[in-house]
């Protein structure tokens, strides 16, 4: 299995021991699932995104106060 040696100041290291401690854990695992967490939320946030993009226009049709200033003028323009 792929392993990573990853160097930390003296302080950051007391904040992640600190950190691993507060969640009743070792360090490797709170580092493992550190990175494991961070890509579900890219993933999530992507999804979130792409789901929001295939709306918006409907949601700006219902709600057109919603839709910010700098931004009401661009959907006219592309309207006509």
Known sequence: MPSLNVSFTEEEMEGVRAAAAAE?????????DLGVREM????FVAGAASWADRLREEFDAAFPEE??????????????
């Open 24 to 32: 009743g854990k070792s360090l490797k695992q709170y580092l493992h």
């Open 40 to 43: 579900h939320r890219k993933r």
């Open 67 to 80: 839709i910010p200033p700098s931004e009401r003028d661009r959907g006219a323009t592309a309207a006509r």
